[in-house]
């Protein structure tokens, strides 16, 4: 079946520092891949998709290209700031099928 | 974006008791959703909400423990039933808009407490 697999965390960064979460997938088919940030106390919020191979989503400096051959979709941030601390999560939905398919989520903290 | 909100933001509950939950949309939108997230863990999809039909649930969910009614296109909600202190999690609404189809919007949760 489908499934996300994202990197444990918590991963601690300094301000400025250098982010990479990963996150891989297994599907039938060619799904959309999404990531979403949770901000402490608050909802979901799409950070950024793409919905086919090579496609590179990117927002707020965050950015993640769609990797069929390795079926990854790592979430990259050159320079992380104490405001990006928050949970996220990759998710995916498979053509066809409107439910999004959600990996364990990612703890970020950064500290000044 | 379509402006969701959901009612109530929290609540405590004793174990026994019904909860019914909110989720009103500013626009009309196509597809709506109800997930659960248990503390500390990812969202799990509950059941597709259906406008004018029973809902469509997912394994391990069924209408009795979450009865789910969608009267309209901007309107629905989850009933979490005979609760026990297993069902304490967050519940989120979430939305799926035609005009920007593959994108789902969430509400900002209601957590819900069972003792």
């Known amino acids: 079946g489908n499934s996300v697999t994202q990197m444990e965390g918590p991963v601690t960064l300094s301000e400025e520092a250098f982010l990479t979460i990963n996150c891989t997938y297994t599907a039938t088919g060619y799904p959309s891949l999404f990531w979403y940030v949770q901000y402490p106390g608050e909802g979901l919020q799409l950070l950024l998709k793409a919905t086919k191979a090579d496609d590179k989503g990117s927002n707020k400096g965050f950015e993640a290209t769609y990797r069929k051959e390795t079926t990854s979709f790592h979430l990259e941030k050159g320079s992380v700031q104490v405001s990006d601390s928050a949970v996220y999560f990759c998710a995916l939905r498979s053509g066809g099928y409107n439910k999004l398919i959600f990996g364990a989520g990612t703890r970020l903290a950064v500290h000044p | 974006s379509a402006v969701i909100s959901q009612k109530p933001s929290r609540d405590i509950c004793q174990r026994g008791t019904s909860l019914t939950i909110q989720c009103q949309v500013d626009s009309q939108v196509t597809m709506m959703f109800w997930y659960r997230q248990q503390p500390g863990q990812s969202l799990t999809l509950i059941a597709t909400?259906?406008?004018?039909?029973?809902?469509?649930?997912e394994s391990g969910f069924v209408i009795d423990k979450f009865p789910i009614s969608r009267p309209n296109l901007t309107f629905s909600t989850l009933t979490v039933s005979n609760m026990s202190p297993e069902d304490s999690s967050i519940y989120l609404c979430?939305?799926?808009?035609?005009?920007?189809?593959?994108?789902?919007?969430f509400g900002p949760g209601t957590r819900l407490t069972v003792l």
């Open positions: 979430s939305v799926e808009e035609t005009a920007s189809y593959n994108e789902q919007f």
């Open positions: 909400a259906n406008q004018g039909s029973e809902a469509t649930y």
